[in-house]
């Protein structure tokens, strides 16, 4: 069996040679869409700054703008003769030992070149009757010219690229590229993914089961939470009987429609998991098996057509396998092949173990658990049992305890790896 960081690097090389030759960015359809829509969309092009920002001279501080030439030592009197405000800007002429009250983001007069902070003149000792245009102050402090003020393109310059192609959009994007005055940006087209679920078992959620060897369907819900932020289309085949033909018919129909296939259970090596069959008369396995717990019968294969390949997922039917596959395997694949050259990071972090964990040696585990903030450290509590079945423990948990291929376990105040769920941030 393959150990989950070498199927982890196998699956980076496939989807990059996928990107090169099967599916390339520099032929893949783009499509614009209002910046409001394009959260975690991936860029297609370069973005670059449309105007300087700031646009001009802004103060950064409450206080006074000073004209240039003035005599800037403690105790210097200026005349205060209007005022900037954020939208109005002062535009009258000012004359040395002159000043303009000022507010922050506000416009520097031209001819003004330092900003004094309010709290370094005497202009709360004015009685508020005498603040009325012009009055005097005085400096109790120092100035220094250019200080307080934010000079036009400083953080940007016109032209600067903003963004890079590749980039997947997050809030702070958005608010950059708003405040460049962007409305609609340029972003690859979704990735068509198709799920499919197998099981005679399987029953659809909002339908009655009708017998108690029936149970739903809580993969592909839980696959298309996990998949939320992604920008692509699901396609969902729904439920397939544990039957060659009718598999084969399913799998066939989604190469044809599907960039990438996705399949939960039907993976195993029971007598009526025929997924791996289907798989490999349509297309191959590159892998199948990996040393972890849960979710040892991981597949990882492709499927090709006339025109191009499908690349294909196929994750046990037990709901943690699902879970713990498409985190550590199926996402980070979906965001590359997708272009993003920077997909959203998996948070491992030490913790304290508040109980004994078991573990034999072999096999990566990921177990479930719940962490919070000790007095110094993480503490985390591993959940009474493991089963991966248990979806109740699942929603209970947090995190997921990552136990090595060599570990044995760990005694209780030892430190272990956690895995945060990225819902729980």
């Not at 791996?276 to 090709?304: D, Q, R």
Request: hydrophobic share 40%.
């Amino acid at each position: 069996m393959i150990r989950v960081d070498e199927l982890q690097k196998s699956i980076i090389s496939r989807v990059d040679e996928y990107l090169d030759i099967d599916n390339p960015l520099v032929s893949r359809q783009r499509v614009v869409l209002a910046l409001n829509d394009a959260l975690n969309h991936i860029l297609a092009v370069d973005i670059n700054a449309n105007l300087d920002m700031p646009r001009q001279n802004v103060s950064a501080m409450d206080g006074f703008a000073l004209a240039a030439q003035s005599q800037l030592q403690q105790g210097g009197e200026f005349t205060v003769i209007g005022e900037s405000c954020a939208g109005t800007p002062f535009s009258g002429e000012i004359l040395p030992n002159q000043a303009v009250r000022i507010f922050t983001g506000a416009v520097v007069p031209e001819g003004c070149d330092t900003v004094v902070m309010q709290e370094h003149t005497t202009f709360d000792q004015i009685n508020i009757t005498d603040k009325s245009q012009p009055y005097s102050i005085v400096l109790t402090k120092p100035a220094k010219v250019s200080a307080n003020i934010r000079h036009q393109g400083e953080e940007i310059a016109q032209g600067d690229t903003l963004l890079s192609a590749g980039k997947r959009l997050n809030p702070s994007d958005i608010s950059l590229l708003s405040g460049m005055g962007y409305d609609e940006i340029e972003v690859f087209s979704p990735l068509r993914i198709g799920l499919i679920a197998t099981g005679d078992e399987l029953v659809s959620i909002g339908q009655p089961l009708s017998n108690l060897a029936q149970i739903y369907n809580s993969n592909t819900p839980t696959l298309k939470a996990l998949l939320s932020k992604l920008p692509i289309i699901i396609k969902d085949y729904g439920i397939v009987k544990d039957e060659f033909d009718e598999t084969y018919e399913v799998v066939k129909r989604a190469i044809e429609e599907c960039d990438i296939i996705i399949s939960s259970a039907g993976v195993s090596v029971g007598d009526y998991d025929f997924l791996t069959e289907v798989v490999k008369s349509l297309g191959k396995i590159n892998h199948y098996k990996v040393a972890m717990k849960p979710g040892k019968p991981f597949v990882f294969g492709e499927f090709a057509t006339d025109a191009r390949k499908v690349l294909y997922f196929g994750l046990p039917g037990n709901p943690l396998s699902t879970v713990v596959g498409c985190i550590n395997f199926v996402r980070p694949a979906l965001w590359q092949a997708l272009g993003a050259i920077d997909a959203p990071l998996t948070l491992h972090l030490p913790a304290i173990t508040t109980a004994n964990i078991k573990k034999s040696v072999g096999r990566r585990e990921y177990q479930r658990g719940y962490f919070e903030m000790g007095e110094k450290n993480l503490k985390v509590t591993p959940a009474s049992a493991q089963d991966s079945h248990r979806i109740k423990q699942l929603s209970q948990a947090n995190c997921l305890i990552v136990l090595d291929e060599n570990s044995v376990g760990a005694n209780q105040g030892e430190q272990v790896m956690i895995q945060l769920f990225d819902w729980v941030m």
